[in-house]
């Protein structure tokens, strides 16, 4: 199964952009590419995901690198609220979309 | 907006008991899941569910525990005798594509 690689950290000013990369060197041509959050004391949630284009939606954009090695997450406007983990995850090749959970991305918001 | 619901939010037992946890995923969804997570560990996969049946389990997934979805609504973790190593908050998920995830049961065995 591919693996990613994101840094365990990250730090924010509120209303300023924030990029959250990922790396997936192995990752194979029918893997697709979620992000979820995990705000404190909360469940995951479902931010993004994308194949091969660069998405948007309400919470977030996805780009995604040509050779699609590694995305970043955009948040636009980062908010208090945003403090969270955030994990770049390709669910288990063959499986019904099982997700397997890195350390990922420590988020924090400064106002 | 639709959401997963999860019930008790905090489940309090005594090492050796049965524990069922409850959850009742999104109506229109086909997919279910339940995870756990240690305290101050990762996320991690026990089993997906699918028409009824067990689709994958993780090694986690041992023969103490027990999934079942006994009416049209409710998904059920059963965890026949509990370890002290169980104590964990357990979050149920469901999808059509991505997964939705309720809020957990925290479990505590003493």
Known sequence: DAKTTQPNSMESNEEEPVHLPCNHSTISGTDYIHWYRQLPSQGPEYVIHGLTSNVNNRMASLAIAEDRKSSTLILHRATLRDAAVYYCILPVVGSQGNLIFGKGTKLSVKP | ?110
């Open chain 2, 1 to 110: 907006e639709p959401e997963v619901t999860q019930t008790p939010s905090h489940q309090v037992t005594q090492m050796g008991q049965e524990v069922i946890l409850r959850c009742v995923p999104i109506s229109n969804h086909l997919y279910f899941y339940w995870y756990r997570q240690i305290l101050g560990q990762k996320v991690e996969f026990l089993v997906s569910f699918y028409n009824n049946e067990i689709s994958e389990k993780s090694e986690i997934f041992d023969d103490q525990f027990s999934v079942e979805r006994p009416d049209g609504s409710n998904f059920t973790l059963k965890i026949r005798s509990t370890k002290l190593e169980d104590s964990a908050m357990y979050f149920c998920a469901s999808s059509v594509e991505e997964q939705y995830f309720g809020p957990g049961t925290r479990l505590t065995v003493t």
